[in-house]
């Protein structure tokens, strides 16, 4: 698949995991499941990054109206930092890599 730097930013070594479920949910022609987010990003290898300021982004999808928060497993130890009337707003599922988090944003089987 060819890629264009349209901005002239630079291409960049991640991929976020809400891009390839995008790409997944056309090619099945499965929507994302409704007042869903996805947080996290991946490399090209796959591996999944470190979630950066998860209280903030986590503020944001909750004023957006975000029901459900797709969130990498390995950001388990960051919930301690978020506020508890935070998180009662959001149901968090947690996802182990990337083909985890297509499966459960699309709600596949």
């Excluded at 994302?32 to 991946?42: A, D």
């Excluded at 109206?65 to 301690?80: D, T």
Aim: contains cysteine; glycine residues 8%; hydrophobic residues 50%.
């Amino acid at each position: 698949m060819p890629i264009s730097d349209l901005q002239g930013i630079g291409l960049t070594d991640e991929l976020a995991i809400a891009e390839l479920i995008g790409l997944c949910s056309g090619a099945l022609d499965k929507p994302v499941q409704e007042s869903t987010i996805v947080i996290g990003n991946m490399t090209v290898g796959g591996t999944i990054a470190k979630v950066e300021e998860f209280a903030n982004v986590l503020q944001v999808c909750v004023d957006a109206g975000v029901k459900k928060v797709l969130i990498p497993a390995a950001s388990v130890m960051v919930l301690q930092t978020v506020p508890p009337d935070l998180l009662v707003k959001v149901q968090p599922v947690f996802y182990s890599d990337h083909v985890d988090a297509v499966y459960k944003a699309l709600g596949v089987n």
